[in-house]
C-alpha cells in the first residue's frame, strides 16, 4: 500500500519539479549579473535542495531525484545523468563510489556513482521517520529523520543496510559529524551534540536552546 502512494507522491512532485523548473529557467539572473559583490557565471535550471560537490562532479538532490552535472566548466555545466527516485529528494552526501540520499518518506537511497554517467540504485533503508539530511563517515550514515531522530545506519554493505542506533529528538532537520561526536539540528530544541562513540548507544552530552 505504502509502495503506491510513494509512486504517486513520486509522479506528483516530478511533475512539480518539471513545471517549477521551466519557470526558474525563465527568471533565474543570466550569467555576468552580480549581485552583493558575487557573480554569477553559469547556472542549470531546475529544482534543486541539496548539493554535494566531488572534485568536477557536483551531485544535486533535485526533489524527483539525483541529478548529476560536470561543472568542470563553471560557465557551461553539463547534466551527466538523472536518475528518478520514490520519494522526496533532498539532501545529498558523497562517499566513495556512492551518493547517499535523503528522501524523505522514502528514507535512505545509495546510489552507485561511479560512473556518473550512469547511476546505479543499489540500496535503500526505509527510515522510520522524514529522513531529510544525511550525512556519511566511514561505514556509518547519519540521518536526520525529523520526528523520528538521529538514525544511525550501517552502509558497509550497500544492498544490505541496517540500522544500529538511534536517538530520538523533537524534530531534526540537521545533521554535522566531527569525530565522535554528531551535531544535530532541532527545530524545537535547537543544537544538541550527541555522543556517536558507540554508534549502538548515542548519548546527548550538551544542548543549547535556538
Request: net charge positive.
Amino acid at each position: 500500500m505504502r509502495g503506491r502512494k510513494d509512486n504517486k507522491k513520486s509522479l506528483v512532485w516530478l511533475k512539480m519539479a518539471m513545471v517549477l523548473g521551466v519557470l526558474t529557467s525563465l527568471i533565474t539572473t543570466t550569467p555576468g549579473q552580480q549581485n552583493e559583490n558575487v557573480e554569477l557565471i553559469g547556472f542549470a535550471g531546475g529544482v534543486m535542495a541539496d548539493v554535494f560537490v566531488k572534485g568536477n562532479i557536483a551531485y544535486c538532490a533535485a526533489g524527483h531525484g539525483l541529478s548529476i552535472f560536470d561543472v568542470s566548466t563553471p560557465t557551461k555545466p553539463i547534466v551527466l545523468a538523472n536518475i528518478l527516485l520514490p520519494g522526496q529528494a533532498i539532501s545529498v552526501h558523497v562517499s566513495g563510489q556512492y551518493a547517499y540520499v535523503a528522501a524523505r518518506w522514502a528514507g535512505l537511497r545509495i546510489i552507485d556513482v561511479s560512473n556518473p554517467t550512469s547511476p546505479k540504485s543499489v540500496g535503500y533503508y526505509d527510515t522510520p521517520g522524514d529522513a531529510v539530511k544525511v550525512y556519511v563517515s566511514g561505514k556509518y550514515a547519519y540521518v536526520a529523520d525529523r520526528s523520528a531522530g538521529l538514525r544511525i545506519i550501517d552502509v558497509s554493505n550497500p544492498s544490505s543496510l541496517k540500522e544500529v542506533g538511534y536517538y530520538v529528538t523533537t524534530h531534526a532537520m540537521g545533521i554535522y559529524v566531527a569525530g565522535q561526536y554528531a551535531y544535530v539540528v532541532d527545530a524545537v530544541k535547537g543544537l544538541l551534540i550527541i555522543d556517536i562513540s558507540d554508534p549502538s548507544s548515542p548519548r546527548e552530552i550538551g544542548r543549547h536552546e535556538t
